[in-house]
């Protein structure tokens, strides 16, 4: 296992819709414990495979930030199956460091998937285990949570990291 460095807004694979996984192998499984790695050391909650450069579609969630591995999803080529509610409420991404902004998310949601030996799972959450799993899906179609937010925020947040990018560069 390996830490991956995560993207950050601004590079181009994050608003991509990322590929399904067709064949589980070990180049999968290893992307998926690299994710678990990363997402752990970062700390994070949830971590989508195109936020470590990888197009594919796989999502790893674990509320316990690696606490109870009872806790720890990995869903393959995951879909929002059924939602209801709604709730607001702060969100952050590792993708957009230090910007927390408040998202309205589904309540409660049912997520289908398969597991790393190919296996349909099915996870149901509410509150905060569904807002993860709904921002880490949305990551999979391209979709980050600036993009739920105001033209205004949004323009102001790209515009901040933006010119952190070219600062970088100049440096």
């Known amino acids: 296992m390996a830490l991956r460095e995560i993207l950050i807004i601004g590079h181009p694979i994050l608003t991509e819709k990322a590929e399904p996984v067709a064949v ?11 994710m678990v790695e990363t997402v752990h050391a970062a700390p994070g909650l949830g971590l989508a495979a195109p936020q470590v450069g990888a197009g594919k579609r796989i999502i790893v969630v674990d509320l316990s930030v690696g606490q109870d591995t009872e806790a720890l999803h990995v869903l393959v080529n995951p879909e929002i199956a059924a939602k209801e509610g709604e709730s607001v409420c702060e969100e952050g991404c590792l993708s ?5 902004e408040k998202v309205a998310r589904p309540y409660r949601v049912k997520v289908r998937g398969l597991d790393l030996e190919g296996r349909p799972v099915e996870v149901e959450g509410e509150d905060l285990l569904a807002r993860v799993l709904c921002h880490e899906i949305d990551h999979l179609d391209g979709i980050l949570f600036v993009e739920k937010l105001s033209a205004l925020k949004r323009a102001l947040i790209k515009k901040k990291f933006k010119k952190a990018a070219a600062d970088a560069k100049k440096a």
């Open 24 to 34: 589980i192998d070990e180049e999968i499984v290893r992307l998926a414990r690299d």
């Open 96 to 100: 957009v460091p230090e910007v927390r």
